[in-house]
Structure formats: C-alpha cells, structure tokens
C-alpha cells in the first residue's frame, strides 16, 4: 500500500529490491486476485468489531445491530461495494442490522440488488447522499478502494460532527489512507479512538487479527504467482504474465505503478520500459 506511504516508498526506491504489490496483481477480468481473499476477511470482520464497539462497554452506543422485538436494528451504512462491501453487508444482514450500501457505480448497486435483493438497500454515492446517511447511522464501514491509489476522503471532519454519540466508524480502507478526515491508523493492541464521541477503528491489516484463516485464503491464490517467478525467475515470470506484471511496484529504483507514482509526485516508468520488455 504504497500511494499514502511516501517514506516507505523511498525507502524501497533506494533498496534496489524488486516490489511486487499485491494489491495490484490483476486478473483476466480486471479484478484483483490477491487483494481480493484479505478485502472478505477484513469485509467480513468489519461488522464484527463494529458490533463490539457499539457495546457500551466499548465506548459505543449500547446498540444490537440486529436489535430485539419492539427495538430497531441498528443502521449500517457501508461505503463502497466491492469486495469487501458486499461481505460488510452479508455480515451485517445476517445480524439483522437495517443495510445500506452507497457506491458510485450502477453497475455494482444492481450486482448488490441482484444477490441481496431488497434486504439490502443501495445509494448512488453523492455528497448530499453520504452527508445524510452517516448523520443517521448507528455503524459507518468505509471500504472504497481506488487500486494503488489513495483511497478518496469521502466522509468529511463535519459529517464526523453530525454523527450520533456513540456511533462508530469502521474505516476498512485505512491501509490505504482512509475514507474519512478523522481516521489515523491504529493497532490491535490499541484499535480505537474518539472524535466528536464517535467511536473511529482504523486498525491496519484487520486480517492479521484472523491470522490462521487470512494466511490459508492468502495462501490459495498467491501460491501460483510465487511458483512462476521461483521457477521461471522474476523477469521472465513478469515478461510471460501481464497480470503478475500489472503488480510490479518498484525495480530498478523506478515506480512502476502509476497511482503511486501520482500520488507522490514521482516519475513514473511502464513496466515494459523497466524490464526493457
């Protein structure tokens, strides 16, 4: 996760290591194969710990995300329909909380609509959108996903004012940057944080928390990629394999990957070029 990480990224510019991201390893239709085992744990996992800091113990509302007879269920709003919000939701709709997934492409809420059904209600992502349904959530899941890029600010220092006391943010996308002005990243010994008494987890690499099933789903899809770059070497694994290339990051001291190369202000060389392909 480069793009917000310009001292690492020197760093590695001036190792001479060959970087290969796994965020950015593509597949035949454009989606991304290595990103996309750790976005359903983390998906998955977001709701859990979102429900853990609702508990009043925890600094949270005191709300049941699925509620009881005669109480409502809680309100999730997730951000961002990929990978990871689809799983957010089909967490969350098991629990019984009351969903809305907000999205700028059409094509992602009728994909939502088409698995969910009605359960399951969607948004076209506008800021007056966003401005009025995480004034009125219980559980904020922010999981927009820019590949390589930084993820966008989309919930502002303001809507983090408007929000219920004791309601919580859940900002998937931290690894990132994050989706909201208020996130900075955390750890799992110390997850949260409060601004404006909204509860903000902000934890980098939420799948480590899940480390026996993160490294077994991990496992499944990179094995393949690292089989060809032991067995062919990496210029030839990356030379016969588009995909595996689309991942290349960093060699030779070059940036490799363009979203990195904008967000820093860096000079960026295709692939191709660097290899001299």
Known sequence: HRAPAGEQTRYLIGSGAICIAYETVTSWNRTLPLLTPMSEVAGRMSVQVGARCLEKEAGGRGVLLGGVPGVPAGDVVILGGGVAGTNAA??????????????????????????????????????????????????????????????????????????????????????????????????????????????????????????????????NVTLPFALAIAGKGYRDALADDIHLRDGLNVIDGKITCKPVADAQGLEFVKPEVALGL
């Not at 359960?119 to 927009?144: K, P």
């Not at 919580?168 to 208020?182: F, M, S």
């Open 90 to 219: 089909l967490i969350a709709l098991g629990m019984g909380a009351t969903v809305t997934v907000v999205d700028r492409s059409a094509d992602a809420l009728r994909r939502l609509v088409a698995e969910f059904g009605t359960s399951v209600r969607t948004m076209f992502s506008t800021r007056d959108a966003i401005e009025s349904l995480v004034a009125g959530a219980d559980l904020v899941i922010g999981t927009v996903l820019v590949p390589g890029a930084e993820a966008p600010k989309l919930v502002t220092r303001e809507m983090v004012a408007s929000m219920k006391t004791g309601s919580v943010i859940v900002d998937v996308a931290i690894d990132q940057g994050g989706c909201c002005e208020t996130s900075r990243p955390t750890s799992h010994s110390e997850p949260t944080y409060v601004v404006d008494d909204v509860v903000h987890y902000c934890v980098t690499n939420m799948p480590g928390a899940l480390a026996r099933t993160s490294t077994f789903a991990l496992n």
